[in-house]
Each structure stands twice: as structure tokens, then as C-alpha cells.
């Protein structure tokens, strides 16, 4: 193999569908400037003040609620008399507020937290508190879907009245918040000291568009990210690293993990005791792990097969010249789990039967249930996005960090304000808190086929996804799949993930293990309170749904982690091998650093 940096096939337009490039201005063959492109800065400029979020796609939205509302005699009837009901309720429990046996009238949500502080059920906070649940309540019915009214319009307006409803939620005022009351009278005012300092930090940072320093003692490949390995490979778009065994046998085929290019790699390497792949070493596995290059605007125009070719093959292709001979245990997550199952797909149309098995962590394949980040995705969002990143040449981390924290306002908007700003609390730096700061940018080109060719369109699953101009099918999947959903996911919902059983023939061993996206994943033996659900459905068994898997399948206390490399030994030659050496010399594959590498350090 030539170990010489290859040039990204995502430079040119090969191997990619055509209906999945990013949209041109319109050309009437003379040499005039398109207007187009004025428009297209126009909105650019727009995109940046928003954050990429369209306020046609959101007028629109509201249009379709209130005029099928307006027309809907026997609705507005019903939210009247709902409205009298939920009042009656509020005044009933009111009156009997002053005893304590007095039962709210209404509940938080099981995921919402900002009202567990017990001084939110004593007089007047319980007030308070009740009537913004009230007034809750009656919005959800609201904002339900009126009959004639576009589906995605109706769950958007009633995502958009929670977040509106949730600015002025008595948590986040300072004066009807008890914690925060009971905090400024006990430190006679030092918290919101603090808090204006930690305020004024922020602004500053925010301001002079910087991000913060990193926190003290978690550095990468000192702190996090250390387990020992070396670099054997790289080109202009990634960096290959190759973990050093530490068993005196190992399993005969290598796991190769494709993480996602969203974030930094090293979420699966974090501290050691709660390492993915240190922990695969320590059962005897040789462990390969793609690290992503972080793309500036100079790489605007990467496609997203780029990272298939330059990104999953070239990295299979490393991994087989040094474990030659063995097929691969290939893990993706994420979008590296569903770039890894394009490859899969492409690899089993073109009878390249290297992958031994195929492990997606909290990946999806199919986009129709995509939950909430669907809100963020239609033709008007799209095109506002494009532009944005047109004009940029990426999408930056702050507005990809902007969208996921507003999925889940509550805990990473208004409740890390009134902690920073008004308690004057910094939050703990955690491992992964200090992974999830270290963003990476995402090229406008890629980024624009991910979302219209996935995300938009659903072609994997539709039967439209060319890969080099020939469609691929998820069916021609031959290598048994292990695959990952996590209960509280709100990027890759389990129920869209468990959907891949429905578009392939092969075995597939499907676990749904509590957490989100990053801590379900990183979900180590003796972490505390873990618990999954798994089964396995056979070649040739029939579909069945996510509601009755969920109760056919197996619950197990503890940690997946186990299960999975159970899984992997049962799907190895029995026999142990010596470890294989580091990099491949006689391939041109030699140790180029140490792990991490150096891509993982780019800002």
C-alpha cells in the first residue's frame, strides 16, 4: 500500500450521485452574474443571525397551525372547555394548597428536573410552579396537529411553544426560583458575585469569538485519549492509529472503529477505566481507530464519499495489509456508524467480503422516525444551511452546538444559566463534558449531501443511494450486525436505529441500553445504574416491531460492553494469534507518532 498522503476523493465529483451535490446557481449560458448568488448572500448573511435556522420554515409553521386552527370550530370549542377544566383544576388545588397532603394538580414531564428541589412543593413556589405546568398542558393541546395540517409544521410549532413556554418557566426567574433565593440569603449575595463574574467571562469569550481555555487536568494524550498506540497511516483526511496489545495473544481478526467526524474520536478512548478501546485490548482484541482530520473552509468542497474512500477503505485497506490474511470486525458510531454500513452495502455489491462482522453504536440508516433534529430538516432549512456554508466553506461547531442544546433546552440552556449565573456554580468538569467542548467543523459540500441525500430524501432505505454511479441495497449485508439504540437518545432515537432490521437479511443482535448518545455509549462494566435489553434476530426470522421487541426481548443489569465482546469472540476463529507488529514496513506502513496523533490536536 502507498503510505504517501492520498488526495481526498471528495476534491473531484466522482463517486458521487449527482442529485446529492450541493445545489448551483442556474446558468442561462451567458456571461452575466447569476442574481442567484446575491440571493444566496442574502440569505447567507440572514443564516448567521439565526444560527442557520429559517424563519420562512418557521412562519410557514405557524401559518399552517392557526389558519387550520381558525378553522376548526369544534377544536377551539374543545381547547375552551380544556382551558376551564385546566383552571378549575389550578383554583381547586389552590384552595387546598395549604394543607400538606394536598395533591398537585399537575406533573413535570419524568425527564424534566428543574422542579426536584423540595422547595418547589411548600407555599407560595408550589403556586408557581402549578400554574406554568397548567399552562403547559394546555399548549401541548394546543399545538396538536389540526386535521389538514402538514405533520412536520405541527410537531415543529408545538417543539417551538415548548421553548418559548420554557423562557418563562418559574425555574428560570430568579425571584420565584426558592434554590436561588435560598442561595442568595444564605451567602448574603456571593453566588450572583460569582455568577456575574462567571457572566462577564462568557461574554468576553463570546465577544472576542474564542473559545475557552481548556479545563486544567484534562489534556488530550496526557489525561484523556492515552491509551498507548501508534499512527500507521495517513492521508489528507485522516489518521489511522493502531492500539499496542497488551495480552501475549490476541483474537486473529482486528477491530477497525469508525467514529463520527462531528466530534473528536477519543470519546471512545476517554481516562482508562472508562476506555472502549482499552477495554477491547484487555480482552485480547487488536484495536484500530480512524481519527478525522478537523476540515477549514479549504476543504469546502469534500464529498461525502470521501470519507468513505479516503476515510473507511483506505483505513480497511491499512488494517488488512498488517493483520493480512483476517477479515475485519468493523464498529462505526453515529454518522461513522452509517457511513460503515454505506461502505458495508457498497462492499457486498461489489463482493469485497473483508468484514468479518458489523457493529453500529447509536447509528442510524434509516431517517423517516429521525426524532426532534427532523425539525431542522426540510427544503427551506436545508437551502439555509447550504447557503450559510456556501458562504463560510463549513458549518462552524458553535451553530452545530446551537442546534443540539436546544433539543434539550432545560439541561444545557436555562438550567446551566441559573447554576453559572445566578448560584454561581461552574459545572464540573467531567471527561466528557471537556470531549464534548472539543468541537470540529463539518465541510459545506459533505454536509449538504448528508443532509438532502439522507436526512431530506432517505435514499439508503428508499432505494436511491448510488455509491459510483450504481444504487446500493442494505440487504446485500451478508456479516452478522451488532447494533446499538440508547433510551433517551435525542440525535439518533432507538426506535430509527432499531429500523435497520427492517432493511437487511442478515443476523442482527440489537441491544437498547439506558442513557443518551454519548453516555450510553460510554458505558463502562461498574459504571452505576446501567442496565440493557437485547435479542437477536436471526436470518430468515420475521420483522417484528419496536413496541413488541421491547417486550420479547432479554434485561440484564450492567454494562453492554461485556455482551459485545462476547459477541465478538463468538464471531472470531477460536484460536488466539500472536499480536501483529506495529504498522506493516514491509507495506510501507510504519509507525508515523504516537497515538493520539497529531489531527486530534487541530482546532
Known sequence: MDQAPSQPAAASDAGKSPAAAAP?????????????????????????????????????????????LAHAPGRLVELGIEAVNIGARLARFATHSLSEDAKPAFEPQPDDRRFNDPAWKHLPYVLWQQAFLAQEAWWASATREVRGMTPKNAARVAFLTRQLLDVWSPSNVPWLNPVIIERTLKESGANLVRG???????????????????????RVGEDIAVTPGVVVYRNELMELIQYKPTTESVIAEPVLIVPAWIMKYYVLDLRPQNSLVRYLIE???????????????????????????????????????????CKVHACGYCIGGTLLAIA????????DHRLATITLLAAQTDFSEAGELMLFVDESQVAFLEDMMWDQGVLDTKQMAGAFKILR??????????????LGERDAVTDLTSWNADQTRLPYRMHSQYLRGLFLENRLTAGRYAVEGKVIALKDIDAPMFVIGTETD???????????????DTEVTFVLTNGGHNVGIVSE?????????????????????????????????????????????????PEHV???????????????WPAPGLYVHQR
Do not use: C
Not at 283 to 311: E, K, Q
Not at 409 to 422: A, H
Not at 490 to 502: D, M, T
Open 24 to 68: 448551483s446557481p442556474p446558468s442561462d449560458g451567458t456571461n452575466v452574474p447569476s442574481f442567484e448568488t446575491m440571493d444566496r448572500l442574502g440569505r447567507a448573511v440572514t443564516a448567521r443571525l439565526t444560527q442557520g435556522v429559517s424563519p420562512h420554515a418557521l412562519y410557514a409553521a405557524w401559518f399552517d397551525w392557526a389558519s387550520h
Open 196 to 218: 456575574a463574574t462567571n457572566f462577564q467571562d462568557d461574554a468576553w469569550s463570546a465577544l472576542a469569538m474564542q473559545p475557552k481555555p481548556p479545563a486544567d487536568g484534562l
Open 283 to 325: 480482552r485480547g482484541f487488536t484495536v484500530f481507530m480512524v481519527s478525522w482530520r478537523n476540515p477549514t473552509a479549504a476543504d469546502r468542497d469534500l464529498t461525502f464519499d470521501a470519507y468513505r474512500t479516503s476515510g473507511v477503505m483506505a483505513a480497511l485497506d491499512a488494517v488488512t495489509a498488517i493483520v493480512p490474511g
Open 344 to 351: 458495508a452495502a457498497t462492499m457486498a455489491r461489489d463482493e
Open 409 to 422: 433546552s432545560n439541561d444545557l440552556v436555562w438550567s446551566k444559566m441559573m447554576r453559572e449565573y445566578l
Open 490 to 504: 435525542h440525535i439518533a432515537p432507538w426506535r430509527s436505529v432499531y429500523k435497520v432490521q427492517l432493511f437487511t
Open 525 to 573: 462494566p461498574g459504571h452505576p445504574g446501567r442496565h440493557y435489553f437485547v435479542a437477536t434476530r436471526k436470518r430468515g426470522d420475521r420483522y417484528i416491531d419496536s413496541d413488541t421487541w421491547l417486550t420479547l426481548a432479554t434485561t440484564a443489569e450492567g454494562s453492554w460492553w461485556p455482551a459485545w465482546a462476547s459477541w465478538l469472540e463468538a464471531k472470531s476463529a
Open 578 to 592: 500472536a499480536p501483529p507488529e506495529l504498522g506493516a514496513p514491509a507495506r510501507g506502513l510504519v509507525p508515523l
